[in-house]
């Protein structure tokens, strides 16, 4: 369990995400905190599956699109992630960082402007010993 996460609508969307992807999320004990809205998240494991994500919704994840990309990884299917092409004028070509990295630990996956297409549970390599970061927080953090 992590305790007092903040979920304002801005931060929820990675968990909404994840939960429609047939991730197995609770968010129990809610309470304002500093006007802020704070929830207990319990997190089983699940077998998630490939999705599409685009549109309205971008914006409220656009932070989070290296860590879900890691997610998409690892499930059933493929997923596509579009309307992101803010992603390349971040610290990073950050749609660029995440595609060479998927490859890097044996992802297929194919890009374009704005758009980025994963094959889960492909080929999926544990032992690698380096993936570039390229000086991006982010990437690194999710990688």
């Known amino acids: 369990m992590i305790r007092d996460v903040g979920i304002n609508p801005t931060r929820a969307a990675l968990i909404n995400v994840l939960k429609e992807m047939g991730g197995h999320i609770e968010l129990t004990e809610a309470k304002k ?26 914006p409220s994840l656009i932070d989070e699109i290296p860590i879900l990309s890691i997610a998409a990884s690892f499930a059933d299917g493929k997923s596509t992630i579009s309307d992101i092409g803010e992603l390349r004028v971040k610290e990073s070509d950050r749609l660029n960082a995440i595609s060479q990295g998927l490859r890097a630990i044996g992802i297929k996956n194919l890009t374009d402007k ?30």
Not at 116 to 141: C, L, P, V, W
């Open 33 to 58: 905190v500093s006007n802020e809205e704070v929830c207990n998240i319990l997190v089983k494991h699940s077998q998630l599956k490939g999705t599409d994500i685009g549109g309205e919704i971008i």
């Open 114 to 143: 704005t758009s980025i297409t994963i094959e889960g549970k492909t080929g999926y390599i544990d032992q690698i010993d380096n993936i570039e970061s390229f000086d991006d927080h982010r990437i690194a953090m999710s990688f």
